[in-house]
């Protein structure tokens, strides 16, 4: 059984170097490994896959020794620990706002006694059931991680009993949606509400981070404290490249 980079970069206090994308590009995986990421976040709440497209990229991610963190479509209990069965190293739950929902989703996604997942032992994250079931279940709770975002107002308030529930182990400031809301509150500024989550996790111990695309907001987020760092995607690449090659057609006599 595989071991998770992104669980060793937190427990290492070192940097989480992801990137994201929303469609089946098998070769994004390999290029990602080969360039030093140690984490995927697959988008499967904006974007779609069939189950069989899922299950080809889990299994590229374990080829190439590279972490996916899967942000799912759904919180159905069996749903969410399909995606740890077929071998993700984590999940991303969005709209995370209450304690109460991030010990629903421990009870989910992690095995007793943090939780109460259900046992197969028999798909790619377990090598299909060469494991016995506690050795399994044992390095599942310490190898697979939960990730639940910061996306409301409600969410930031709640943010330090969210970071202390046991079983979450890391926090994600969602800028997208979180700024959205911000702006029409104009309670606090994205900045301001960084800092609240950065405390939140200094003082509980937990890992945070979130989308930081521009080398100064990467610089910014890690000053605070973030380890989680994604500074690129599929979209981000093919529109600059497009973009630059299409400037080149400009430049032909």
Known sequence: MRKSKTLAKIRQGEVIRTCVIGHYI????????????????????????????VEALLAFSHLYDIDIMMRPPTLEKTGLYRYLEDGAAGLLIPHVSTAERAKMLVDAVKF??????????????????IHD?????????????LCVQIETPEGVH????????????????????????????????????????????RKHGKAFGGPTLATSEM?????LGAQLLVNSSEFQGWSAALSQDGRRFEDLT
């Open 112 to 129: 007793p006694p943090l939780g109460d997942r259900g046992i197969d032992n028999a798909g790619l994250d377990a090598d299909f059931h």
């Open 26 to 53: 098998p070769a994004y995986v390999c290029h990602a490994a080969r360039a030093g990421y140690d984490c995927i976040w697959v988008d499967l709440e904006h974007r779609a896959m069939t189950k069989r497209e």
């Open 133 to 145: 079931a506690d050795e399994y279940v044992a390095w599942a709770n310490r190898e697979t991680f």
């Open 219 to 223: 610089q910014k987020r890690k000053d």
């Open 158 to 201: 709640n943010v330090e009993e969210i970071a202390a529930v046991e079983g979450v182990d890391m926090i994600f400031v969602g800028p997208g949606d979180l700024g959205l809301r911000l702006r029409q509150s104009g309670e606090m500024t994205l900045d301001e509400a960084w800092e609240i989550v950065a405390a939140a996790c």
